[in-house]
């Protein structure tokens, strides 16, 4: 089953407006990344929350985390239309021992920005 | 720096018919992970490796093998490709572990075809 859950799967916005995801998960985590897939391209990293976070920052981007309801969000502020992308949250879950980067991702949102 | 390499981009089998899918980093990572991505269904991982010489099976291993003779390069190979194959293959790597809060650096994708 899957451990993260996005929403809403698609969000179509205009350039300049604030775009909002959100990923919920079922276990205790280690950490949550979000990344980003362009086109026919691979992932690409934009950001990582510990478990003892709850918010932060990396340019545009905005991430906070809720480990009591096992939730997260990504805002992209005044969006632009290259930001137009699939966004998929990660999880790393918690389970005793290491877990050698077995992440589990969610099944994306798909975010088009209009110009 | 390249980063994360994999061959061929795309490919065609016939059910029955065996390939290989390479995947190169010169990024001097130990870890490694083939992951699969189908629509709806995010992506889940088929195998990793901690380290050359080491593999270990992931969320969905059946159909597939692995190999990481060299540090530098993950092997995944379809034995006797089935339609339920067809999917985009993305290989990923990592300094450390994600419950060190290393991130995933990932190639392009490899689409696969099986008819």
């Known amino acids: 089953s899957q451990q993260g859950e996005e929403d809403p799967q698609a969000l179509s916005i205009q350039e300049g407006e604030n775009a909002t995801m959100n990923c919920s998960y079922k276990?205790?985590?280690?950490?949550l990344q979000w990344y980003r897939q362009n086109s026919g391209r691979g992932l690409v990293h934009l950001i990582l929350?510990?478990?003892?976070?709850r918010e932060k920052h990396s340019g545009r981007l905005r991430v906070t985390l809720d480990t009591s309801k096992k939730s997260s969000s990504l805002l992209i502020t005044a969006s632009r239309a290259a930001d137009t992308a699939s966004y998929f949250c990660?999880?790393?879950?918690?389970?005793?021992?290491?877990?050698?980067?077995?992440?589990?991702f969610g099944q994306g949102t798909i975010l088009t920005v209009h110009p | 720096n390249a980063g994360v390499t994999q061959t061929p981009k795309f490919r065609v089998l016939k059910t029955g018919q065996s390939m290989t899918l390479l995947c190169a980093q010169d990024?001097?990572?130990?870890?490694m992970y083939w992951y699969r991505q189908d629509p709806g269904m995010g992506l889940r991982l088929i195998h990793y490796?901690?380290?050359?010489?080491?593999?270990a099976k992931g969320e969905v291993p059946d159909g597939y093998n692995v190999s990481r003779l060299k540090k530098q390069n993950f092997l995944l190979g379809l034995e006797s490709a089935a339609p339920s194959q067809t999917s985009v293959y993305f290989c990923?790597?990592?300094?450390?572990?994600?419950?060190?809060?290393?991130?995933?650096?990932f190639g392009n994708g490899t689409r696969l075809t099986v008819t």
């Open positions: 990660a999880t790393d879950a918690r389970a005793g021992g290491t877990s050698y980067g077995k992440l589990t």
């Open positions: 276990t205790s985590i280690n950490n």
């Open positions: 490796s901690v380290g050359e010489g080491t593999t």
């Open positions: 990923a790597s990592s300094r450390r572990p994600s419950s060190y809060n290393s991130p995933l650096h």
């Open positions: 990024m001097n990572h130990e870890y």
């Open positions: 929350i510990r478990s003892n976070e």
